[in-house]
């Protein structure tokens, strides 16, 4: 199936509201004469979350300490490389790090410092995410798969009743499988789709780069510790599976809160193909932000607890989100729009945990969820 163009976004009533919020929010920057861009504290922060991988591993190499405090500087570098992905590449590919191109590009590589490529998580993420959100089939960061379901319209199977308690599994090898099969099942399935639509040159030379990146990456984080540095393999395997899963709970974690909660919404295309929301209209019915006045978590997770101006502003930074969300919020309220949130990241995580118990024992949620 050809994804591209497969769903259309109509409702003419609702244009006047993105209109005005967009001309609300410039009117911000305009005011306050900023850029939508990253700033000084933008760039610490990058600074920071690179330091903070880089670094616990060159003390593993070159100190070598014992094997309890090379693995808690493995669950360092896990909550780095999250931090990394959350808050410095996920900005730089969606065109919200820089004004020039050029760096927005060599920080989107910061993605390869975790073992994967840019060109797949665009495609994923920047196309299919953003512009499906929460649409089954269409959006791949809620695609119901190794055994969980994530939304009503997929099938309902006796393995999911557990899925409330399993999660954390699922969840703690994401990046592990992302790293290891997922980019490679991608590079074919996008193409086939035709979600992946370069010319057959760059289609040879993207899978190139594929191999390069998994090749250096695995050499440098597996391969190198033992070969050159003398440290047993069962050490570095160990810390390698730490690191991995730690990133891999706080990543999965993040996005589920915004996306898969009990408010949300995944609506369906009619049967010609219409959602009847404009796409902006359609991302608050489908986002949730979370924790909102949380000023360590906003500074950690990338302002993606500001889900709902991510998803409207893609292009600008986050560092400038809780400015902007009070626009987002009273501009929704003036024109009868929904405007989700949760108070605090326990709240959202109840909420997301009760509804995959939910998604686990009934067909549809109609009933229930009134």
Same mark, same amino acid.
């Given at each position: 199936?050809?994804?591209?163009?497969?769903?259309? /976004?109509?409702? +003419?009533?609702?244009?006047?509201?993105? !209109?005005?919020?967009?001309?609300?929010?410039? !009117?911000?920057? @305009?005011?306050?004469?900023?850029?939508?861009?990253?700033?000084?504290?933008?760039?610490?922060?990058?600074?920071?979350?690179?330091?903070?991988?880089?670094?616990?591993?060159?003390?593993?190499?070159?100190?070598?300490?014992?094997? $309890?405090?090379?693995?808690?500087?493995?669950?360092?570098?896990?909550?780095?490389?999250?931090?990394?992905?959350?808050?410095?590449?996920?900005?730089?590919?969606?065109?919200?790090?820089?004004?020039?191109?050029?760096?927005?590009?060599?920080?989107?590589?910061?993605?390869?410092?975790?073992? @994967?490529?840019? /060109?797949? $998580?665009?495609?994923?993420?920047?196309?299919?995410?953003?512009?499906?959100?929460?649409?089954?089939?269409?959006?791949?960061?809620?695609?119901?798969?190794?055994?969980?379901?994530?939304?009503?319209?997929?099938?309902?199977? %006796?393995?999911?009743?557990? !899925?409330?308690?399993?999660?954390?599994?699922?969840?703690?090898?994401?990046?592990?499988?992302?790293?290891?099969?997922? *980019? /490679? =099942?991608?590079?074919?399935?996008?193409?086939?789709?035709?979600?992946? =639509?370069?010319?057959?040159?760059?289609?040879?030379?993207?899978?190139?780069?594929?191999?390069?990146?998994?090749?250096?990456?695995?050499?440098?984080?597996?391969?190198? +510790?033992?070969?050159?540095?003398?440290?047993? &393999? $069962?050490?570095?395997?160990?810390? /390698?599976?730490?690191?991995?899963?730690?990133?891999?709970?706080?990543? @999965?974690?993040?996005?589920?809160?915004?996306?898969?909660?009990?408010?949300?919404?995944?609506?369906? %295309?009619?049967?010609?193909?219409?959602?009847?929301?404009?796409?902006?209209?359609?991302?608050?019915?489908?986002?949730?932000? &979370?924790?909102?006045?949380?000023?360590?978590?906003? $500074?950690?997770?990338?302002?993606?607890?500001?889900?709902?101006?991510?998803?409207?502003? %893609?292009?600008?930074?986050?560092?400038?989100?809780?400015?902007?969300? +009070?626009?987002?919020?009273?501009?929704?309220?003036?024109?009868?729009? %929904?405007?989700?949130?949760?108070?605090?990241?326990?709240?959202? &995580?109840?909420?997301?945990?009760?509804?995959?118990?939910?998604?686990?024992?009934?067909?549809?949620?109609? *009933?229930?969820?009134?």
């Amino acid at each position: 199936m050809s994804r591209k163009g497969s769903v259309k /976004f109509v409702n +003419p009533n609702q244009h006047l509201f993105y !209109q005005t919020l967009k001309q609300n929010v410039q !009117q911000y920057f @305009s005011e306050k004469g900023i850029s939508t861009h990253a700033n000084a504290s933008m760039v610490i922060k990058s600074i920071v979350m690179i330091t903070a991988y880089i670094t616990p591993f060159i003390i593993i190499l070159f100190v070598q300490p014992a094997f $309890w405090v090379s693995l808690c500087l493995w669950v360092l570098m896990g909550i780095a490389f999250a931090g990394i992905g959350m808050g410095v590449m996920h900005d730089a590919n969606h065109g919200a790090y820089s004004s020039n191109q050029m760096v927005n590009k060599l920080m989107g590589y910061s993605v390869n410092l975790a073992g @994967s490529v840019v /060109f797949n $998580w665009k495609l994923q993420h920047n196309v299919l995410h953003h512009t499906y959100t929460n649409i089954t089939g269409l959006d791949d960061d809620i695609q119901s798969k190794g055994g969980m379901r994530f939304t009503e319209h997929d099938e309902l199977k %006796p393995a999911h009743r557990l !899925q409330f308690i399993y999660i954390f599994a699922h969840y703690s090898i994401m990046t592990l499988y992302w790293i290891i099969a997922k *980019d /490679f =099942v991608q590079f074919v399935r996008y193409r086939r789709q035709g979600v992946n =639509v370069v010319s057959k040159r760059e289609y040879r030379i993207q899978f190139l780069r594929l191999m390069l990146v998994k090749t250096t990456y695995f050499f440098a984080i597996l391969v190198m +510790p033992t070969l050159i540095f003398g440290i047993p &393999f $069962w050490q570095v395997i160990t810390g /390698f599976v730490v690191m991995h899963v730690t990133g891999s709970l706080i990543l @999965s974690l993040v996005f589920q809160l915004a996306h898969t909660v009990e408010d949300t919404d995944h609506p369906l %295309p009619d049967a010609e193909g219409n959602i009847h929301n404009i796409w902006a209209v359609h991302q608050l019915h489908t986002t949730m932000n &979370f924790s909102p006045g949380n000023r360590l978590l906003n $500074w950690y997770v990338g302002g993606l607890n500001h889900q709902v101006e991510h998803h409207l502003f %893609p292009k600008i930074c986050h560092v400038h989100y809780p400015d902007i969300a +009070p626009i987002v919020k009273r501009t929704a309220a003036e024109f009868n729009m %929904p405007y989700l949130e949760s108070p605090t990241f326990l709240t959202a &995580f109840r909420s997301h945990m009760r509804l995959l118990y939910k998604l686990g024992r009934v067909p549809k949620l109609d *009933d229930i969820m009134d």
